[in-house]
């Protein structure tokens, strides 16, 4: 069988901040993320690109090992495109479901440190700095991979059904 889709950025000698690896981003959102140097940035793709491509493969697994730093944002990453999927599905069209998930991915969601959070058994604890961090962090994340997410859920403005099948399965049996 297959093995689930892993981060190309684990291993890199990148800023890590809860155990999660502070990856180059290419995105107008504004948060601690690295913008990728600018040579790289025409055909660079990046950990949401990453997110993006692997998550129809990456949905099917039940366990996941996670391999390094990059591994836990892609964890977080899947799980997020997950939710939104879960959203999209019970809204009323695009404009509806962009409305509502705008909403959650600008929330203060729980993060590293929190109790609530689902995965806080893959992540280390930190100072309140880099807690803080990683919440500022995953909600850059969060806005850029939901604005590339529903280019692809509504290309030419209907639902893609391909995508939308997904919207009732769960990735390592959690759920935001």
Known sequence: ???PYHSKFNGQALPNV???SLLPLVTRYRGPAPTPAETEAAGFEDIVDEAIKGFRWNILFRNFEVL???DRVLVYLTLWIQKCLTVASQANG???ASRQLEQMASEE???PGDKQFVLQPLFSEGTPQDLQTSKAYFKQ???ETLERL???LYSEGKPNKWWFQFSKRKFMNIAF
């Open 1 to 3: 069988a297959m093995p």
């Open 18 to 20: 809860c155990g999660c």
């Open 68 to 70: 390094g730093g990059a």
């Open 94 to 96: 695009p404009e509806d």
């Open 109 to 111: 969601l729980p993060g």
């Open 141 to 143: 994340l969060r806005l």
């Open 150 to 152: 529903m280019r692809v």
